[in-house]
């Protein structure tokens, strides 16, 4: 990100972000912060700067240290791109929105991690701003009520703060 302008001065016009091998949530935290920053530079390149909150979003995805690789030549004396294979993230994907109801202001969700009533979530909406909430109050698929969703890919219904869009990701900050 801290490049896009030299490279769109040196006249590249697209970038490919990998996705084939990667999460839906990979894909959507990655896209939607290079397209606000790929937006931003487009819009004003003299004063394009990267924001926190892209390094922020690149960050909650599951990724091995950013560089530039070879970008500016050969890195380092042994040519090593990456100076550990471990990879790092700062959240959790925990479900995607399938669906919202507005009269019953509940989301469908496809639950993927463990979540349970009390924790703190990120709703990370598509196109709408997100926001944080508490799990104060899930339904099994039967609507039944739930402390916890411990199984992947169980359908629940979590209650919401604010209605959501289809492919919202609910996340949760990963415990030190």
Known sequence: MPYLKDLMDAGVNSL????????????????????EAIDSCWENPESYEVKQEWADELNK??????TTGFLFGRPG???QIYGSSSYEQTSDFVGLVLSYDNESKRAKVEQRN????????????????????????????????????????QIIYIKMEQPV????????????
Request: charged share 30%; no cysteine.
């Open 165 to 176: 869009e289809p492919y919202t990701i609910l996340r949760r900050d990963v415990k030190s």
């Open 61 to 66: 995805v599951s990724h091995r240290a950013y």
């Open 77 to 79: 004396a042994e040519g």
């Open 114 to 153: 463990h979540m349970e009533l009390g924790e703190e979530i990120e709703v990370f909406q598509p196109r709408a701003k997100g926001f944080r909430q508490s799990l104060s109050d899930m339904l099994d698929e039967e609507g039944n009520p739930i402390s916890a969703a411990p199984h992947p890919q």
């Open 16 to 35: 490919k972000i990998e996705g084939r091998m990667k999460s839906v949530h990979y894909a959507a935290s990655v896209t939607k912060a290079y397209r």
